[in-house]
């Protein structure tokens, strides 16, 4: 039942890449910086290899999550699934973050606007609509992570079902104590 439960989260995580309304989809990203603190923030799955347990995000070249990943490349996702009551939290580390021009060209126009404003994002301005973009070059970035570790959560009645998987260990899992 273990390597079902496994198996399962690597298919709803394919699922997300297909189905935009996925609710693994969208995810929260978790990074650090010894000076600021702990970082959340709401980004897109771009790409997951469940052969390799690779995850990929696109993100701006300037933004914070890129600079405290530089610092300290660990990272934690939490994925949840509100009708299924599930909740994923996986263990990862930074692989590689490249810059991806031939990427970004590929993206349809409204999609470039992303990654293509003048100013650094987190910069003060006086108001929404005073945004100015550059699209000859864009600020993209790709990040890809190695999950280490992944936590599996259900609710459900009678009995919660909670289990680790470990890159360690070879994905084996480990029933948990919910």
Same mark, same amino acid.
């Given at each position: 039942?273990?390597?079902?439960?496994?198996?399962?989260?690597?298919?709803?995580?394919?699922?997300?890449?297909?189905?935009?309304?996925?609710?693994? %989809? *969208?995810?929260?990203?978790?990074?650090?910086?010894? &000076?600021?603190? $702990?970082?959340?923030? $709401?980004?897109?799955?771009?790409?997951?290899?469940?052969?390799?347990?690779?995850? $990929?995000?696109? $993100?701006?070249?300037?933004?914070?999550?890129?600079?405290?990943? !530089?610092? /300290?490349? !660990?990272?934690?996702?939490?994925?949840?699934?509100?009708?299924?009551? /599930?909740?994923?939290?996986?263990?990862?580390?930074?692989?590689?973050?490249?810059?991806?021009?031939?990427?970004?060209?590929?993206?349809?126009?409204?999609?470039?606007?992303?990654?293509?404003?003048?100013?650094?994002?987190?910069?003060?301005?006086?108001?929404?609509?005073?945004?100015?973009?550059?699209?000859?070059?864009? !600020?993209?970035?790709?990040?890809? *992570?190695?999950? &280490?570790?992944? &936590?599996?959560? %259900?609710?459900?009645?009678? !009995?919660? /079902? %909670?289990?680790?998987?470990?890159?360690?260990?070879?994905?084996?899992?480990?029933?948990?104590?919910?």
């Amino acid at each position: 039942m273990i390597q079902d439960i496994f198996g399962d989260c690597k298919k709803q995580l394919r699922a997300a890449l297909k189905h935009k309304k996925h609710s693994f %989809r *969208f995810f929260t990203l978790a990074t650090s910086s010894s &000076e600021r603190g $702990t970082h959340l923030r $709401t980004v897109v799955l771009r790409d997951f290899d469940p052969e390799q347990m690779q995850f $990929t995000i696109f $993100t701006d070249t300037r933004s914070k999550k890129v600079a405290d990943l !530089n610092r /300290i490349p !660990n990272a934690q996702f939490l994925f949840y699934d509100g009708i299924r009551l /599930i909740q994923l939290v996986v263990e990862a580390v930074m692989i590689s973050s490249t810059d991806e021009t031939y990427l970004y060209h590929s993206l349809p126009e409204p999609s470039k606007k992303d990654y293509a404003s003048e100013q650094t994002p987190g910069t003060p301005i006086d108001a929404s609509d005073q945004i100015s973009h550059d699209f000859s070059k864009g !600020n993209f970035t790709k990040i890809v *992570f190695q999950a &280490e570790r992944l &936590e599996y959560l %259900r609710l459900k009645r009678p !009995n919660h /079902i %909670r289990a680790e998987f470990r890159a360690s260990d070879h994905w084996k899992g480990q029933f948990l104590a919910p």
